[in-house]
């Protein structure tokens, strides 16, 4: 990582591994913007999947990767 992350993005990072995996709606409208800068550091991952599997339309869902 080329530089250390704000208070306010080692939160929502906190937030998001706290919580292993969340839709990304769930996360309040003031965390989001901090989804962006954590992915390009590599600390989360993005990624869709069905929430029921009748449904044909997919969900996109955030996870802090293990390091």
């Known amino acids: 990582m080329s530089r250390e992350l704000a208070d306010f993005e080692k939160q929502v990072y906190d937030f998001i591994k706290e ?3 969340v839709l990304i709606s769930s996360i309040p409208a003031r965390m989001r913007g901090a989804i962006p800068t954590l992915k390009k550091a590599g600390l989360i991952e993005i990624f869709k999947k069905r929430t ?3 449904a044909s339309k ?4 955030v996870k802090a990767v293990k390091s």
Do not use: Q
Request: hydrophobic fraction near 30%; avoid cysteine.
């Open 58 to 61: 997919k969900r996109k869902f």
């Open 19 to 21: 919580r292993e995996e």
């Open 52 to 54: 029921v599997p009748w």
